[in-house]
T-cell receptor, first 114, second 115 residues
């Protein structure tokens, strides 16, 4: 148990489907993130939410739509994805202040677009 | 262009020996450097960090060294154990990152510790 829970762990979806990824943390962190990990690429930051407000969108296509209803929950809504969107999607949270700027990551959702 | 580089995609070490994982960066405007460890089918977990004003930080078997003039940091694991086999990511936090804590990541190095 990492403190950040992501569901589902695996997802296979067609290009015309609509699905959502869910992330939940009860660590009292105020910031939450979506990352994408593709093979042979660094972790790519997609979105940042700080106290439920989106503070960063790293030029992510509109077929990815984040939602942060409260500081503990983060969603990533997916629609009309492409096969190249297949990747591991990681959620993370962090708390401001202190010398440890570390994130706590969830286990990720392995997404396959067919 | 990658700002944080891990030039060795993989490393193999004998149990009990020292593992040295390297990381180079191109931007001097980083505040903190961090190492994360990732097992298959799990998210990365924070391992150890170092402030840009220090040159060494130690936590049990793990020590991180920072050489600012060479823009290089390394993670030493002594003694290496089979359970250390994982992918190790180097990451850096830019100065003035603020509350976003935006990390700049390397590609990772896969460490295999052989019994």
């Amino acid at each position: 148990e990492t403190g950040v829970t992501q569901t589902p762990r695996h997802l296979v979806m067609g290009m015309t489907n609509k699905k959502s990824l869910k992330c939940e943390q009860h660590l009292g962190h105020n910031a939450m993130y979506w990352y994408k990990q593709s093979a042979k690429k660094p972790l790519e930051l997609m979105f940042v939410y700080n106290f439920k407000e989106q503070t960063e969108n790293n030029s992510v296509p509109s077929r990815f739509s984040p939602e942060c209803p409260n500081s503990s929950h983060l969603f990533l809504h997916l629609h009309t994805l492409q096969p190249e969107d297949s990747a591991l999607y990681l959620c993370a949270s962090s708390h401001g202040g202190g010398s440890n700027y570390g994130y706590t990551f969830g286990s990720g959702t392995r997404l396959t677009v067919v | 262009d990658q700002q944080v580089k891990q030039n060795s995609p993989s490393l193999s070490v004998q149990e009990g020996r020292i593992s040295i994982l390297n990381c180079d960066y191109t931007n001097s405007m980083f505040d903190y450097f961090l190492w994360y460890k990732k097992y298959p089918a799990e998210g990365p977990t924070f391992l150890i960090s170092i402030s840009s004003i220090k040159d060494k930080n130690e936590d049990g078997r793990f020590t991180v060294f920072l050489n600012k003039s060479a823009k290089h940091l390394s993670l030493h694991i002594v003694p290496s154990q089979p359970g250390d086999s994982a992918v190790y990511f180097c990451a850096a936090i830019p100065l003035n990152a603020g509350n976003n804590r935006k990390l700049i990541w390397g590609l990772g190095t896969s460490l295999a510790v052989n019994p």
